[in-house]
């Protein structure tokens, strides 16, 4: 139950997970497509920098976090469900300023009480040749969504409890690009969450399913 004391406990917990050693590739890949573009491309001179924001907050007793669906358009990403975020300006500082920028401007995000709690590991996406780096963040209650219509097509709030279901991991044949690739995925609210997302998400889940250190506890 996610009350604000038990929330602010929760967050807590997680920074100093966050600071632990990361599971990574590990956790990645547990979630991670079966693709030859993932062999064959390597970060180049062209790999563009990015992030994304993952959001905790609490409501009506849970804990939640909000996904995006892209709109169909005529790219990669199509139609996708992912974190918001996008690339990396030079105007940023970071990118952990890239991610909260990001999500202001597609999801509206108001930024006054967003807190910082720590960062996973950087992940390549051979497909659209972006490093992407997924920032964590909490605030205290629930934001009000503005989602940019050109970038957003509908935003989920998903529960914690709700993603951490070994029940709704499965598997199936995707399209990307040509190639047919075989790819995990988390089903939820009648969507699969895939690619980069759902290795995002594992190693998300494998953080928090970490123990703390019993230093710290």
Do not use: C
Not at 87 to 104: F, I, K, S
Request: glycine letters at 6%; aromatic letters at 10%.
């Amino acid at each position: 139950m996610a009350t604000l004391e038990s929330f602010s406990s929760f967050t807590e917990q997680l920074t100093k997970k966050l600071k632990y050693p990361l599971p990574g590739e590990t956790a990645h890949r547990i979630m991670q497509a079966s693709s030859k573009l993932r062999l064959t491309f390597k970060p180049n001179a062209r790999t563009r920098k990015s992030a994304v924001l993952v959001l905790f907050y609490p409501h009506k007793n849970e804990i939640y976090f909000p996904l995006i669906l892209r709109p169909a358009y005529d790219g990669v990403h199509s139609g996708q469900v992912a974190f918001p975020g996008g690339r990396y300006e030079l105007t940023d500082e970071n990118l952990v300023r890239t991610a909260l920028r990001e999500a202001q401007e597609e999801i509206g995000l108001r930024l006054n009480d967003v807190k910082i709690l720590g960062i996973l590991t950087e992940l390549y996406i051979p497909a659209s040749n972006f490093h992407v780096l997924p920032v964590i963040a909490a605030m205290p209650y629930r934001p009000d969504y503005y989602p940019d219509p050109r970038e957003v097509e509908d935003i989920f709030e998903i529960k914690l409890e709700e993603i951490s279901d070994v029940n709704i991991i499965g598997s199936s044949d995707i399209q990307v690009r040509g190639e047919q690739v075989h790819a995990p995925h988390y089903m939820v609210q009648g969507y699969k969450i895939w690619g980069a997302t759902a290795m995002m998400i594992s190693e998300l889940l494998t953080v928090l399913n970490a123990p703390v250190a019993d230093s710290e506890n």
